[in-house]
């Protein structure tokens, strides 16, 4: 470990003065100025978290940075394990996408008394203590909620009639999920003919989103849209709404937030009618964040991704090029 190891070298040069003995070597890179960063992931349940670690990884071995990796199959109380794992283990730096924004503090204070630095990375805390970490490098999702909601208020100006809206949610309790509805309501309070008449949590996966759209279409006989917080919810709307023998795209609209390839070959299909982007590729960024933390240099408190949005003519354009 990068401190260990400069304990280790100080002691080294200490003992060599006064008398020969071996250090305790550290445990992973004795000896090494290598960074060792803790990283605990929320889990596999969309293709935005697969891309996000595969960015994570790649970043890591690029940056020279050795990464001890965690998938905590969403569940909290696997992330606050993980964590407290890399404490024991000393690492120099930890990093973790919290699945849900509540609950973190007394872990937190673990890792701040062991004087090790954390990051939030993709999702935030609502904790008040900003001491209990040195940034969060991640989109805005109250913004993305909004840019979906501008585009449904651009699209519905000539409804004459109310427009009925299905919302699909992301993982209860978590950070995007919890903004984006936000910044939605927030945008379609502009036009009152749009009413959000079913909201449901999907859990940001496509099984969830199937069968959320499932009970939605069997309790409301007309839906005009669906506004789902991931393009894996999207998707399993779209298996539902094909069953249902209507056509996702236009019988039924449909609006999601991320742009993996999959959203995006559905946008250029016209199964999905636009998509917000909210990108997974945070690997560089906390890989340079994280060596700034260690060298003791000052980080910005926030860091917020840039990302776009794709109507169904820009997705078949750009659709042969994404990288995710
Ligand atoms: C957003 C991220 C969300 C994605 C989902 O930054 O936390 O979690 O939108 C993913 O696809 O599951």
Not at 131 to 139: H, R
Request: aromatic share 6%; charged share 25%; net charge negative.
């Amino acid at each position: 470990m990068f401190k260990k190891s400069l304990i280790a070298v100080a002691a080294a040069s200490m003992l060599t003065l006064t008398a020969c003995g071996g250090t305790g070597s550290a445990a992973g890179n004795a000896g090494t100025d290598k960074i060792t960063m803790g990283f605990a992931q929320v889990g596999a349940e969309s293709g935005w978290r697969t891309a996000n670690t595969k960015s994570v990884q790649e970043s890591a071995k690029k940056a020279g940075i050795d990464l001890k990796f965690s998938d905590a199959q969403q569940k909290q109380e696997n992330q606050i394990k993980a964590i407290r794992s890399y404490i024991q283990q000393k690492v120099d730096v930890i990093a973790f996408s919290p699945v849900v924004e509540s609950g973190w503090d007394t872990v937190l204070k673990e890792a701040k008394t062991a004087k090790i630095p954390v990051i939030l990375t993709d999702r935030a805390v609502d904790s008040t203590d900003k001491t209990l970490y040195k940034t969060f490098l991640g989109s805005d999702f109250v913004e993305e909620g909004k840019k979906a909601g501008t585009w449904l208020v651009d699209e519905s100006k000539s409804a004459t009639d109310t427009v009925n809206i299905v919302e699909i949610q992301g993982t209860t309790g978590s950070a995007p999920a919890n903004d984006r509805k936000e910044g939605f309501e927030e945008a379609i309070k502009a036009n009152p003919k749009l009413k959000i008449i079913a909201s449901q949590s999907g859990d940001f996966t496509r099984s969830g989103g199937k069968q959320v759209m499932e009970a939605f279409l069997k309790n409301n006989p007309d839906i005009d849209v669906v506004f789902a917080h991931n393009d894996d919810e999207g998707l399993g709307a779209i298996e539902a709404i094909e069953a249902a023998g209507k056509v996702p795209g236009k019988d039924i609209k449909i609006v999601t937030i991320d742009a993996v390839k999959d959203g995006m070959t559905a946008l250029s299909n016209g199964k999905i009618n636009y998509i917000v982007e909210c990108s997974p590729m945070l690997g560089d960024q906390l890989m340079d964040l994280a060596k700034k933390v260690i060298a003791g240099e000052s980080v910005p408190e926030r860091v917020v991704t840039e990302e776009t949005t794709f109507t169904q003519e820009q997705a078949k354009q750009v659709l042969a090029s994404r990288p995710y």
